[in-house]
DNA sequence: AGGAAGCTAGTAAGCGCTTTCATGCTTCGT
DNA sequence: ACGAAGCATGAAAGCGCTTACTAGCTTCCT
C-alpha cells in the first residue's frame, strides 16, 4: 500500500519575533523595544536580542507592523510611464526625497489609462501608502475630477494625503495638496524670447486641447502675444499629442500648405524634436529659416542639433516637493512648520542654438 | 477659566470589514466572502454587502489581508536610477508584467550604492513583496555576494523569491532565479561586424574592470578578435566609468596621444554618446575616419549623428522574463509549467550609421 | 417521511506585531 | 530602615483581515 499520508513539506518559513524572544529568553514585548528602540533596555538584554535576531535571521514583518499601528511608511507615485524622462525625474525626486524620510516608493504608471490612474489610487490607499502623489496634467472631465476628489477624501479620512503634482487643484473642499510649476509664465517668457527676436508670426505646435497642461501653456503664449501687440492668428495654432510623431507629421504637413511663419513653439521637447526631424527633411534649416522653442527641457533638448532652446522645469525638484507636502515635513524635518498645501516651483528658460534673430 | 480639556479631533478614521458588516447586517466573515469572490454568497446578501461598502468608501487594509494570510500581491524591483533608459526599460517591463499579474510594483533606486541594495533588499522582504528582482551587473566581491546570497535565503524561506536580472548567478546553491542577457554573444557579434568591415585596429573602451557585465563583453569582443587571428592589444583597451564623460575624456585622451585605430567599441551607449561628442570636436569624421560601435541600444543611439550601430537587448522582455521568473508563472499565466529557474534573451545588433568599411 | 446532501451564514481562532498596564526589583531620601 | 520613586520586563489586548469549523435551512432521494 503506497503511503499516501501527507508528508509536511518543511517550508522553511521565516522567524518570528516569537522566536527571537524565545532565543533570547525574554518577551516579545522586549524584542519590539529592542527593535524600535524606543523604551529602555538593558544592554545585556539588547545584545542577547540583537544576537537572537541576527542568528535567526529574522525579519520583521512590515504588515503585522502596519497592522499594530506604526505606519507602513510607503509613498506612492503615479505615473504615465517611467519611459518618459519627464515622469522619470520626477520619480526620481520622489524616490530620493521619500527615502530621505525613511519611506520605500511605490512606482505605479498608468499607461495614458483613466481607470488605471483610479484604480491604482484605490490600491495604494489599501496600501496605506502615507502620501499618494498623482502625477502629470489632467484633462477636462468632470465625472473624473468627482471620482479623482473621492478617493481624495477617502485617503484624507484615512490619514494620508493626495498630492496632486502639476496639475490644478480640485477645489479648496477637496482635501489635497498641490505642487504645481508655472505653465503660464514660463510659456509667456518663451514667446517673449522669440518676438524679442523679431519674431512675428509663431506656430503653437501640440498638446490636447483639453489638458490642463495645454491650457495654461497656451495661456501664457497668448499673453504674450497680448502683451506684444501681436494679434492672435488661429491659423497658426495646431494643438494635438504630445509625441515625436505628431510634430513630425504636422509641421511636414504646414511645410506642403505652404503656411507663413518664421518660428514655432512646440507644447514640449519631444514634439519639437519631431518637428526638426521634419524641418530636416524638408531641407528648412533650423534655426536660419525656423526658430524652434520646446518646454520641460528634458535630455532630447541638449541631444537635438542645434540643441535646444526651451522652458527648464526642475521637475526632480518638483518630485521632492510634492513628497514634502503629502509627508508634511519640511525642508530638514522641521516638522514644526505650519501646514503647507501647495507649492509652485518656478521655471526658467534656457537659451540653446534653436532660434535666431529674424533677419 | 480657560478649558483645556482634550477636544478628540474627530479624525475620520476609514470604515474597517466590521462596520460594512453591521451596516449590511451580516457577519464580517461574509463580508470577506463577497470581497474575494472565493465562496458562495447569496445575490441579495452581496448586494447588501456591496452598497454597504459603497455608501462607507470601504478600502480595504491590505496589511490586515497580507497578515491574515493573503499574499501581499507586491513584486520590488531594485534598479541603479530610474533616469537610466537602460533601467527604466526594464522596469517598465517589470511593471507591465507585474500589472498584468496583478501585483503592485515598488520601485526602489540604488544610486550606486551596494549598501543601500542590501538595504532596500531587506525592506522588500520587509514587505513580503513576492518576488524582488536586482537588476545590473554586479561587482566582483566575495562578501558582496556571501551578503545577497544570505538574503536570498531569507527570502526563499518566506515563500518569496531573488530573481537576478541581468546578472550572474550566484551558486547553484543559492536559491534565486536568473535571467540573463547574451553579453559575451553580443559583443562577439558586433567585434565581428567591425572586424569584416575591415577593421583591425580597434579600440574597447568604458566599463568598470570588476563589472560583471564588462567582464563578459570583454571576453566576447577578445574571443572575436582570437576568432578572426587578430592579436589582442592591451594598448587598446582602456576601461573606466560607464557615462559619458569618461566616454568624451578618454577619446580626447587618445587622440591627443595619437594612439593608431579605426573603431571604436564603446562598453555602452552612453559611453558612445560621448565619444563621439570627443569626436567631433577634435574634427574627427564619423564613421569615414573613424567607425564608432555601442551597446544596450537605448534611445540616445537613435539621437546621435550619425545614428549609432549597437547591439539591442530586449530590455522590457528582460523584466518581464524576471517578474514570470520570480512569480513562477508562463506566458499565459500557466501555473502548471515545471518550475523554470533560469532564463536568457537573445541579443541583436542593429547596424545604423555609425560603421563605415576601412578604405 | 426521514435522513443525507447541499447551501448559506456565523463563530472564532489566529496572522505577527505594538503598546498599555501591571509587576517585581533596585535605589534613594529622610 | 521603610515607603517612594525609578527601571526593566512581562502579560495581554488589540490592529483588520482570512478561513477553518460549525450550525441552521432547504432540497432531494429512497
Given at each position: 500500500m503506497i503511503?499516501?499520508?501527507?508528508?509536511?513539506?518543511?517550508?522553511?518559513?521565516?522567524?518570528?519575533?516569537?522566536?527571537?524572544?524565545?532565543?533570547?529568553?525574554?518577551?516579545?514585548?522586549?524584542?519590539?523595544?529592542?527593535?524600535?528602540?524606543?523604551?529602555?533596555?538593558?544592554?545585556?538584554?539588547?545584545?542577547?536580542?540583537?544576537?537572537?535576531?541576527?542568528?535567526?535571521?529574522?525579519?520583521?514583518?512590515?504588515?503585522?507592523?502596519?497592522?499594530?499601528?506604526?505606519?507602513?511608511?510607503?509613498?506612492?507615485?503615479?505615473?504615465?510611464?517611467v519611459i518618459d524622462p519627464f515622469y522619470a525625474y520626477i520619480a526620481r525626486g520622489v524616490e530620493r526625497e521619500a527615502t530621505r524620510h525613511g519611506r520605500l516608493c511605490m512606482v505605479c504608471c498608468t499607461h495614458g489609462s483613466h481607470e488605471k490612474e483610479l484604480a491604482l489610487i484605490d490600491l495604494l490607499h489599501e496600501q496605506r501608502a502615507d502620501a499618494v502623489i498623482l502625477v502629470g496634467g489632467a484633462y477636462e472631465d468632470r465625472a473624473y475630477a468627482a471620482q479623482v476628489a473621492r478617493r481624495a477624501r477617502a485617503l484624507h479620512a484615512s490619514g494620508s494625503t493626495l498630492v496632486l503634482c502639476g496639475r490644478p487643484s480640485l477645489g479648496d473642499d477637496v482635501p489635497t495638496r498641490v505642487v504645481e510649476y508655472d505653465n503660464e509664465g514660463g510659456a509667456f517668457a518663451i514667446t517673449d524670447h522669440l518676438i524679442t527676436q523679431g519674431h512675428r508670426k509663431i506656430v503653437f505646435l501640440g498638446g490636447?486641447?483639453?489638458?490642463?497642461?495645454?491650457?495654461?501653456?497656451?495661456?501664457?503664449?497668448?499673453?504674450?502675444?497680448?502683451?506684444?501687440?501681436?494679434?492672435?492668428?488661429?491659423?497658426?495654432?495646431?494643438?494635438?499629442?504630445?509625441?515625436r510623431r505628431f510634430g513630425y507629421d504636422r509641421i511636414r504637413a504646414l511645410l506642403a500648405d505652404k503656411l507663413d511663419f518664421t518660428a514655432l513653439f512646440c507644447a514640449n521637447d519631444t514634439v519639437a524634436?519631431?518637428?526638426?526631424?521634419?524641418?530636416?527633411?524638408?531641407?528648412?534649416?533650423?534655426?536660419?529659416?525656423?526658430?524652434?522653442?520646446?518646454?520641460?527641457?528634458?535630455?532630447?533638448?541638449?541631444?537635438?542639433?542645434?540643441?535646444?532652446?526651451?522652458?527648464?522645469?526642475?521637475?526632480?525638484?518638483?518630485?521632492?516637493?510634492?513628497?514634502?507636502?503629502?509627508?508634511?515635513?519640511?525642508?530638514?524635518?522641521?516638522?514644526?512648520?505650519?501646514?503647507?498645501?501647495?507649492?509652485?516651483?518656478?521655471?526658467?528658460?534656457?537659451?540653446?542654438?534653436?532660434?535666431?534673430?529674424l533677419s
Amino acid at each position: 500500500m503506497i503511503d499516501s499520508e501527507e508528508v509536511p513539506v518543511t517550508e522553511p518559513s521565516l522567524a518570528t519575533m516569537a522566536d527571537v524572544a524565545k532565543r533570547a529568553g525574554v518577551s516579545s514585548a522586549t524584542v519590539s523595544r529592542v527593535i524600535n528602540g524606543n523604551y529602555p533596555v538593558s544592554a545585556v538584554t539588547r545584545q542577547r536580542v540583537e544576537r537572537a535576531i541576527a542568528e535567526l535571521g529574522y525579519v520583521a514583518n512590515a504588515h503585522a507592523r502596519a497592522l499594530a499601528g506604526a505606519t507602513n511608511r510607503t509613498v506612492g507615485i503615479i505615473i504615465n510611464d517611467v519611459i518618459d524622462p519627464f515622469y522619470a525625474y520626477i520619480a526620481r525626486g520622489v524616490e530620493r526625497e521619500a527615502t530621505r524620510h525613511g519611506r520605500l516608493c511605490m512606482v505605479c504608471c498608468t499607461h495614458g489609462s483613466h481607470e488605471k490612474e483610479l484604480a491604482l489610487i484605490d490600491l495604494l490607499h489599501e496600501q496605506r501608502a502615507d502620501a499618494v502623489i498623482l502625477v502629470g496634467g489632467a484633462y477636462e472631465d468632470r465625472a473624473y475630477a468627482a471620482q479623482v476628489a473621492r478617493r481624495a477624501r477617502a485617503l484624507h479620512a484615512s490619514g494620508s494625503t493626495l498630492v496632486l503634482c502639476g496639475r490644478p487643484s480640485l477645489g479648496d473642499d477637496v482635501p489635497t495638496r498641490v505642487v504645481e510649476y508655472d505653465n503660464e509664465g514660463g510659456a509667456f517668457a518663451i514667446t517673449d524670447h522669440l518676438i524679442t527676436q523679431g519674431h512675428r508670426k509663431i506656430v503653437f505646435l501640440g498638446g490636447p486641447p483639453s489638458l490642463s497642461t495645454t491650457v495654461a501653456r497656451l495661456a501664457g503664449h497668448r499673453r504674450a502675444l497680448a502683451f506684444r501687440g501681436l494679434p492672435y492668428d488661429k491659423g497658426l495654432i495646431h494643438l494635438g499629442q504630445l509625441n515625436r510623431r505628431f510634430g513630425y507629421d504636422r509641421i511636414r504637413a504646414l511645410l506642403a500648405d505652404k503656411l507663413d511663419f518664421t518660428a514655432l513653439f512646440c507644447a514640449n521637447d519631444t514634439v519639437a524634436a519631431g518637428a526638426m526631424q521634419g524641418l530636416e527633411l524638408a531641407g528648412v534649416p533650423v534655426p536660419e529659416a525656423v526658430s524652434v522653442v520646446g518646454y520641460d527641457d528634458v535630455p532630447i533638448a541638449q541631444e537635438l542639433r542645434p540643441q535646444l532652446t526651451t522652458v527648464r522645469i526642475p521637475l526632480e525638484e518638483l518630485g521632492r516637493q510634492a513628497v514634502r507636502l503629502g509627508l508634511d515635513v519640511g525642508d530638514d524635518d522641521d516638522y514644526l512648520s505650519p501646514v503647507q498645501t501647495m507649492a509652485k516651483v518656478g521655471t526658467s528658460i534656457v537659451v540653446r542654438a534653436s532660434v535666431a534673430p529674424l533677419s
